[in-house]
């Protein structure tokens, strides 16, 4: 498939399954800030491939929202076949790539996509247009590691007591997710985000697929759509957090986000796990009253810095052409050979790359 196939195919696709443009921008966050273009390229390679070998490689939202809009995808994988293919129930797109046996697996995707930073404006009602019920009842669902009844939903009922509407009980939610959980570093990777687990053990640690899952989940119990965004950091932050941006290679920097939504705001972006983030890492660590925390813990509920690429908010993700069992989702590379799924986390046989560089000219 060439590079204008592949654009024509794309736009097709994203046509029928996300918001128009217009409809994106009215729903969520006020922009604040210019454009910044930007472009990811990934490389991907199996070490011991065994029968076929299989990859699927996130690609940038196919929507435009206030923060991020699309501006296309270009990859190869020699001796393989590759196509592009979307998620039917979240619309997560990715490319998905093929090889036979015997072939040298080897996949490289470049994607190009703008953003800029996101603010929303509380002083006043800025959702002109609603979300669709479909869309919000899809956010309010529960998943399998994400069950918005039982202990869920008792946690969140002592969370918000006195609190009135979505806007209120989110927030209430919010401080309590930065004030009762701990970013453990031990985690592997960003976390599985089994709120499950942590919640019947009460055990409130892991990294942000875990952090933000459970203020996904404990807002969906309420009744209040939230999702998760998966992505990844792309540039230095502008703010002078050193441990909330990546530039170069950013092979680990993936880092998963949340939105919830406010029907008088739209989609609200927020990134309780960046505060616990910053309490831990930034200049070796920081006390939970420090002014750069109180800072990052105001600014983050409401607005993200976009020096960050959203791929996607999908939950037990089917990779097309695998029999296996539902990923919990997809952020990093995936692959499989005739002897199952790798770890995305295990370089010994599953090795990638993947690097970024703003676009100034």
């Not at 247009?129 to 998943?143: D, G, K, Y």
């Not at 055990?203 to 899952?213: I, R, T, V």
């Not at 949340?258 to 739209?266: I, R």
């Not at 097309?320 to 986390?345: C, K, N, V």
Request: proline letters at 7%; aromatic letters at 10%; one cysteine or more.
């Amino acid at each position: 498939m060439n590079r204008r196939d592949f654009f024509r195919t794309t736009g097709l696709a994203s046509a029928g399954l996300v918001l128009p443009a217009s409809r994106a921008f009215a729903a969520g966050a006020g922009a604040s800030g210019a454009w910044r273009t930007f472009e990811v390229s990934t490389r991907v390679e199996i070490l011991e491939p065994k029968g076929v070998t299989r990859v699927w490689l996130p690609v940038p939202l196919n929507e435009d929202r206030p923060f991020q809009k699309p501006l296309g995808n270009d990859f190869q994988a020699e001796g393989g076949t590759t196509r592009f293919a979307m998620d039917p129930h979240y619309a997560a797109g990715m490319v998905c790539a093929e090889w036979a046996e015997g072939v040298k697996p080897v996949m490289v995707v470049k994607s190009r996509f703008a953003t800029r930073d996101v603010a929303t404006d509380f002083s006043r009602p800025t959702n002109r247009i609603p979300e669709s019920p479909i869309t919000l009842a899809r956010f309010t669902a529960p998943t399998r590691h994400m069950q918005t009844t039982g202990a869920v939903k008792d946690l969140s009922d002592d969370i918000v007591k006195g609190a009135s509407g979505d806007l209120e009980k989110a927030r209430a939610i919010y401080e309590w997710v930065c004030d009762n959980t701990q970013r453990d570093p031990k985690t592997k990777g960003c976390g599985t985000g089994d709120v499950n687990f942590m919640i019947e053990t009460q055990s409130y640690h892991g990294k942000c697929a875990d952090l933000n899952a459970l203020f996904t989940a404990l807002a969906r119990s309420q009744g209040i759509p939230a999702r998760d965004v998966y992505g990844i950091r792309v540039a230095d932050s502008k703010l002078g957090y050193k441990s909330l941006g990546k530039s170069g290679n950013i092979t680990k920097a993936q880092h998963c986000r949340a939105e919830f939504y406010s029907h008088a705001h739209g989609w609200v972006p927020v990134d309780p796990a960046d505060v616990r983030k910053v309490i831990l890492e930034e200049q070796g660590g920081k006390k939970p009253d420090d002014p750069m925390v109180l800072a990052a813990r105001k600014r983050l509920f409401g607005s993200w810095e976009m020096n960050w690429l959203g791929y996607n908010y999908a939950n037990d993700v089917a990779l097309p052409g695998s029999s296996r069992a539902p990923i919990p989702f997809l952020m990093y590379p995936q692959s499989e050979t005739g002897e199952g799924l790798l770890d995305p986390l295990d370089p010994e046989h599953f090795r990638y790359e993947i690097e970024s560089h703003e676009i100034t000219a």
